[in-house]
C-alpha cells in the first residue's frame, strides 16, 4: 500500500508534536511543583498566568502571520511605543479610556505601516519589523525619554494585574483564553484559516485560486499591531508604569512560544492548542527556574534554546513520518 499522503502525514506531525508538547507542560509543572519553594501557590499561579497574558495575547496574531509564511518581529517595540504614548497622553490630561483606544489605534497604524512595506513594496517581512523594531523602540524613548508614568488609577490597575479568579487565575487570562478559542476557531473552521494555510504553502497557487493574499497579509499586520498596542495597555497597567522600554525581549518569547508550538517557520503548518500550549510551558519554565534564583542571563539561554529546538525538533519528526511504509 502507498505511503501516507502529505497532508495526513503532516496532521500526523503535528498531533504528535502538541500531545508531547502537553506532556512536557504536564511534567515540568509537577517537577517544579514537587522542587521548587513557592511555585505550587495561588499567588505564584497567578503571576505565572499574568505572564502569559502578554506573551499569548501577542503570540495569537502572530502565530496568523507566520502561518502565512511571514513573521512580525516588531511587535514587542510596538508594545512599547504604545505604552510611552499612553504615559504621556495621561499626564497631558486624557481620560484614560480615550487613552486606551489610542494606544491600540496606534498599535493599529504601526502594523498597517509593516503590512504596507511588506505588501505594498513586496519587502521581506523579515527585514522591514527588524527596521521597525529598532525605529518603534527608538520612538518610544523620544515620546517618554527615560521617564516612568506611574500614576494610573488603582481602579483599573487592580481590574488588570489584582483581581482573580479562585485566587489564582487573573481575568485577564480569561479574556486571554476566549480570544485564544476565537482565534483558534478562525484558523481550523473558517475558509479564512484554510486561505492563510493555502498561502503559506503556496502563496503563487493560492492568488491563482482567487485568494486576496497582499490584502490579507495586509490586514494581518494590522491585527497584529492593534494586538500588540492592547498589550501594551496591558502591560502597563499590569505594573501601573508607562515606560519606553515596556516589553523589552518580548519579541524573542513570542517567536519561540509560536515555533514551540510546532508552527512551521517556512509557513502552512501549525495549531492554535500548540501555541496555547508552547506559551504555557515558556512561562512555567521562567517562572520556575525565576523563583529558583537562576540568573536573568540563563533565562535568555533557556528562551533561546527553546526557540532553536522549537525549529529543530518539528522538522526531524517530520523526517521520521517521510519515511515511506508499505504493507505486505
Not at 497574558?53 to 502572530?62: E, M, N, Q, T
Request: some cysteine; proline content about 4%.
Amino acid at each position: 500500500m502507498p505511503a501516507e499522503p502529505p497532508n495526513r502525514r503532516g496532521a500526523a506531525v503535528l498531533r504528535r508534536w502538541d500531545s508531547a508538547l502537553i506532556a512536557t507542560l504536564l511534567l515540568v509543572t509537577l517537577a517544579a511543583a514537587l522542587a521548587v519553594d513557592g511555585f505550587a501557590t495561588g499567588r505564584n499561579a497567578q503571576f505565572l498566568l499574568l505572564d502569559a497574558v502578554a506573551i499569548g495575547l501577542v503570540a495569537l496574531p502572530v502565530t496568523l502571520i507566520v502561518v502565512t509564511g511571514e513573521i512580525d518581529l516588531s511587535v514587542a517595540s510596538t508594545l512599547g511605543l504604545c505604552s510611552a504614548v499612553m504615559g504621556q497622553l495621561w499626564v497631558s490630561g486624557w481620560p484614560l479610556e480615550l487613552v486606551v483606544l489610542t494606544a491600540v489605534a496606534l498599535g493599529a497604524l504601526l502594523g498597517a505601516v509593516n503590512g504596507l512595506f511588506v505588501t505594498g513594496f513586496g519587502l521581506p517581512a523579515l527585514a522591514v519589523t527588524i527596521g521597525t523594531l529598532a525605529a518603534y523602540r527608538g520612538l518610544a524613548f523620544v515620546v517618554l525619554g527615560d521617564r516612568a508614568v506611574a500614576d494610573f488609577p488603582r481602579a483599573w490597575t487592580d481590574a488588570v494585574g489584582g483581581t482573580a479568579l479562585a485566587g489564582a487565575v487573573p481575568a485577564a487570562m480569561i479574556v486571554t483564553a476566549v480570544a485564544a478559542a476565537g482565534c483558534a476557531v478562525l484558523l481550523h473552521a473558517t475558509p479564512l484559516g484554510r486561505s492563510l494555510f493555502a498561502i503559506g504553502n503556496n502563496a503563487e497557487a493560492a492568488r491563482f485560486s482567487g485568494i486576496a493574499v497582499a490584502r490579507t497579509k495586509f490586514w494581518l499586520f494590522v491585527s497584529c499591531g492593534a494586538v500588540s498596542g492592547l498589550a501594551g495597555v496591558f502591560w502597563t497597567l499590569r505594573y501601573a508604569s508607562a515606560r519606553a522600554d515596556n516589553g523589552q525581549g518580548l519579541e524573542l518569547a513570542v517567536v519561540a512560544a509560536v515555533l514551540l508550538g510546532g508552527v512551521s517557520i517556512f509557513g502552512g503548518r501549525g495549531t492554535l492548542a500548540g501555541v496555547c500550549a508552547g506559551v504555557l510551558l515558556l512561562v512555567t519554565l521562567r517562572n520556575a527556574l525565576q523563583l529558583a534564583d537562576v540568573p536573568a542571563d540563563t533565562l535568555d539561554i533557556v528562551t533561546g534554546s527553546l526557540l532553536i529546538l522549537s525549529v529543530l525538533a518539528p522538522r526531524a519528526l517530520a523526517a521520521l513520518r517521510r519515511t515511506p511504509t508499505t504493507r505486505t
